[in-house]
């Protein structure tokens, strides 16, 4: 990839997509494509094999989904399987026929199996059952990714796919309910500050395990692969390390100086037990992440506070 190629950022006012986009400028890229929801429905088939002829773009990262945390997923199952699938079907197959050189998918480490021996290797997509809370998002992203690798297979379209783990960072969306935990916790433990709350609620026990990679290292990660890997296996991006949901909430506690309690809500889902990638693979081709979770979230807490009125609830 060199600086005066096109390169196609699908998804780029998502939390991935923006900080690829920014990833990409700050590096000296500015052959960037990008569309909006308005300009390019990616649900519309029609919509996108025309822009791709269009546009001809030699790269593309596919970063656009539709996605949210437990509630979101359990309570929007019909969007969230045929949005992801209408989305990945309609970019994979018109990157190929208008000759794009390489396109990267991302997948995520909630489409391993919900008892997946941790930490989890990429050999063990498809190995059991699926957490049944986002089933249907697994579903529509293993799809993604088997379509990545039978383009490749049958045609040698360089289409390859990386399982982000947890991700945060700034340009989330931190609505109360459909947010990811950290992004929830942080709003919910600012509010409780302004209002001087006596304790704020953590949803399940506490106990299960997660990873959390800042968006901006996977950002990193994306544009160090689509430059070096040339395979169609699947790649783990993470951290190497997780802490438990109440270890989290301590820490959010300490980084927005929230001084109340902590109580966890049993009668709310936990989903998974633990989710923790195993990178060595990841290790091997010559990447790492930068950015530590505390420090990770207090960028994260600053961009929150600064961009309350525009940031999505
Ligand atoms: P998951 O990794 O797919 O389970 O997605 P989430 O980020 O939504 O949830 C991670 C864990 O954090 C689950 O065990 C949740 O029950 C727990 N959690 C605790 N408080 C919250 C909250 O306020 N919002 C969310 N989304 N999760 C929470």
């Not at 990839?1 to 900080?19: E, F, Q, S, T, W």
């Not at 889902?269 to 990447?287: F, Q």
């Amino acid at each position: 990839m060199n600086k005066p190629d096109k390169i196609y950022i699908a998804g780029h006012r998502g939390l991935v997509g923006a900080a690829i986009l920014r990833h990409l400028q700050q590096q000296g890229y500015d052959n960037l494509l990008t569309a909006t929801h308005q300009e390019l429905d990616l649900s519309h088939q029609l919509q996108v094999q025309n822009f791709f002829q269009q546009h001809q773009p030699d790269y593309v990262f596919l970063a656009a989904a539709k996605v949210g945390g437990i509630h979101a997923n359990n309570r929007y199952p019909a969007e969230f399987i045929y949005q992801n699938l209408a989305i990945e079907t309609h970019v994979i197959e018109s990157a190929y026929r208008a000759g794009v050189r390489k396109l990267l998918f991302l997948g995520s480490s909630c489409i391993y199996p919900k008892f997946a021996p941790q930490p989890m290797r990429e050999q063990h997509l498809l190995t059991g059952e699926l957490e049944p809370t986002n089933q249907w998002y697994a579903v529509a992203k293993i799809a993604g990714i088997k379509m990545c690798q039978a383009y490749y297979q049958q045609y040698g379209f360089k289409a390859i796919s990386l399982m982000p783990t947890n991700l945060y960072g700034i340009g989330d969306n931190f609505h109360l309910e459909n947010a990811h935990v950290i992004p929830a916790l942080l709003r919910k433990f600012h509010q409780a500050k302004m209002t001087n709350a006596k304790h704020v609620e953590v949803w399940g026990t506490g106990q299960p395990r997660r990873e959390f990679l800042y968006v901006d290292d996977l950002a990193d990660a994306c544009v160090f692969l689509m430059q070096s890997y040339q395979q169609a296996e699947i790649v783990n991006i993470g951290v190497g390390n997780d802490i438990s949901i109440a270890e989290l909430a301590q820490l959010v506690k300490k980084v927005v100086d929230y001084q109340g309690d902590i109580i966890f809500d049993p009668s709310k889902p936990d989903g998974t037990p633990r989710k923790l990638l195993d990178i060595s693979l990841l290790s091997k081709l010559g990447w790492s992440a930068k950015t530590d979770l505390e420090q990770g979230l207090t960028h994260t807490y600053h961009w929150f506070l600064a961009n309350q009125d525009k940031c999505r609830h």
